[in-house]
């Protein structure tokens, strides 16, 4: 019965991803499955919740008292950029502590009716922090990918949304778990791309990251075997 209700609402939030992505990839000026994937990754209800997710909070609270492997967070993409807007004001972190957090949970809601959920959006991914020294998806992908944010294929994309949640670390668990879900597998194959795909593609990133170099985009079905791909000689080892 979980399991049903879990599979309705993750497709009905992935329509909803898509929507938005149609709809404002142009404004945005990025892929629209750039979008679907960082809604879907991020905050799967951010194109209809009011700044707060109550569904997401329960779900994370649920999750972490049972201790089920890694710890989930709830917090929403608006509530996200009080983060980034603080640490912009005050030269420093958000402290995370109670009191922090409902004054997070207020400006998320506070935030979302005062401006458009595509300018949000769009504020988010100038100011997130991507790891290294990248400050924002333009200085992400020219940095990791050598690209500008527009020519992004769908695991380039993937690569840079995952990292979001530890920026300087790697996680092939959080990676396996996000391939688990149907929208996210669904947004690949539409895309001409698979898990395998994308698995290659982080085998020849984790490549590039040992020994300095190396090239690592344009891998699509045809080319496998030896992909057709570009050079990246600023991705360095994670920490």
Same mark, same amino acid.
């Given at each position: 019965m979980l399991a049903a209700i879990r599979s309705w609402s993750d497709r009905r939030c992935a329509a909803n991803a898509a929507e938005f992505a149609r709809r404002w990839s142009g404004v945005i000026a990025i892929p629209d499955y750039f979008l679907q994937l960082l809604i879907l990754i991020e905050d799967k209800r951010f194109p209809k919740h009011y700044g707060v997710d109550p569904i997401g909070v329960v779900r994370a609270v649920v999750h972490n008292v049972l201790k /089920?492997?890694?710890?989930?967070?709830?917090?929403?993409?608006?509530? +996200?950029? =009080?983060?980034? /807007?603080? *640490?912009?004001?005050?030269?420093?972190?958000?402290?995370? $502590? &109670?009191?922090?957090?409902?004054? +997070?949970?207020?400006?998320? &809601?506070? &935030?979302?009716? %005062?401006?458009?959920?595509?300018? &949000?959006?769009?504020? =988010?991914?100038?100011?997130? =922090?991507?790891?290294?020294?990248?400050?924002?998806?333009?200085?992400? *992908?020219? @940095?990791?990918? @050598?690209?500008? #944010?527009?020519?992004?294929?769908?695991?380039?994309?993937?690569?840079?949304?995952? %990292?979001?949640? $530890?920026?300087?670390?790697?996680? $092939? /668990? #959080?990676?396996e778990a996000i391939l688990r879900r149907a929208p996210i597998v669904d947004i690949l194959t539409a895309n001409h791309s698979s898990v395998g795909l994308l698995k290659l593609f982080y085998e020849q990133v984790h490549s590039v990251s040992r020994n300095q170099a190396g090239q690592v985009s344009g891998i699509r079905d045809k080319d496998c075997a030896a992909p057709n791909s570009s050079l990246i000689p600023t991705l360095g080892q994670d920490q």
């Open positions: /089920r492997g890694m710890r989930q967070g709830a917090s929403t993409l608006p509530q +996200q950029l =009080y983060n980034l /807007r603080f *640490a912009r004001k005050y030269g420093k972190r958000y402290s995370g $502590s &109670i009191a922090a957090k409902l004054v +997070q949970v207020a400006f998320g &809601i506070w &935030i979302t009716f %005062r401006l458009s959920k595509e300018t &949000i959006l769009s504020e =988010y991914l100038q100011g997130v =922090y991507w790891g290294k020294s990248f400050q924002g998806i333009d200085e992400a *992908a020219q @940095g990791y990918l @050598g690209k500008v #944010r527009q020519d992004l294929s769908v695991e380039e994309s993937f690569f840079l949304i995952e %990292r979001l949640c $530890s920026p300087n670390r790697r996680s $092939s /668990r #959080r990676v």
